[in-house]
T-cell receptor, first 115, second 113 residues
Framework: KQEVTQIPAALSVPEGENLVLNCSFTDSAIYNLQWFRQDPGKGLTSLLLIQSSQREQTSGRLNASLDKSSGRSTLYIAASQPGDSATYLCAVKGQDGGATNKLIFGTGTLLAVQP | DAMVIQNPRYQVTQFGKPVTLSCSQT?????MYWYQQKSSQAPKLLFH???????NEADTPDNFQSRRPNTSFCFLDIRSPGLGDAAMYLC????????????FGPGTRLTVL
């Protein structure tokens, strides 16, 4: 059974700092991995999606990497801003024939960027 | 803008009183999902529709039902809400079952009194 873990559960950094959020998963047979952002009381916003054949994806100040063999993904945020404060969740999609639709989510990392 | 819309954003109901949450999408996606998210927990998939085909997760209580009258709309019905059903309910869509991208709505916060 796939399990997704995100450490730390919460992180506070000063504005301008570069930071890394971690995601680990127990079953390396994944179809893809997706990073989401969730603001308090809101829905999820997709940030980046990495297919199983890819090593990384970049969007603006965000860079996500994937190491399937070690069951790990990282989300790198450059030059953090107070507006980046949110909960960041990763989710993996299984590879059982590619037909499954189920995303397995981590519980997220709550990020606070202090002005 | 193409998007996923959920109504209402906040819903208060009484213990045992049926409630319906609504989701609509302008993306013309084939798949629509309902997730339940309790405080500080990961979203939990309740069920999904692929076109008109309904797929229930094995551990979704019978108290939860869903309807998809057309491509654009999907409803979540909670027949007899209990206190434990208080949560954020998230609707999401994807173009296909194989598609990795999920597009989420803003959620409906359900309170049960």
């Amino acid at each position: 059974k796939q399990e997704v873990t995100q450490i730390p559960a919460a992180l506070s950094v000063p504005e301008g700092e570069n930071l890394v959020l971690n995601c680990s998963f127990t079953d390396s047979a994944i179809y893809n991995l997706q990073w989401f952002r969730q603001d308090p009381g809101k829905g999820l916003t997709s940030l980046l999606l990495i297919q199983s054949s890819q090593r990384e994806q970049t969007s603006g100040r965000l860079n996500a990497s994937l190491d399937k063999s070690s069951g790990r993904s990282t989300l790198y945020i450059a030059a953090s801003q107070p507006g980046d404060s949110a909960t960041y969740l990763c989710a993996v999609k299984g590879q059982d024939g590619g037909a499954t639709n189920k995303l397995i989510f981590g519980t997220g990392t709550l990020l606070a960027v202090q002005p | 803008d193409a998007m996923v819309i959920q109504n209402p954003r906040y819903q208060v109901t009484q213990f045992g009183k049926p409630v319906t949450l609504s989701c609509s999408q302008t993306l013309n996606h084939n798949v629509m999902y309902w997730y339940q998210q309790k405080s500080s927990q990961a979203p939990k998939l309740l069920f999904h529709y692929y076109d008109k085909d309904f797929n229930n997760e094995a551990d979704t209580p019978d108290n939860f039902q869903s309807r998809r009258p057309n491509t654009s709309f999907c409803f979540l019905d909670i027949r007899s809400p209990g206190l434990g059903d208080a949560a954020m309910y998230l609707c999401a869509t994807s173009r296909s079952l194989a598609s990795g991208w999920r597009f989420f709505g803003p959620g409906t916060r359900l309170t049960v009194l």
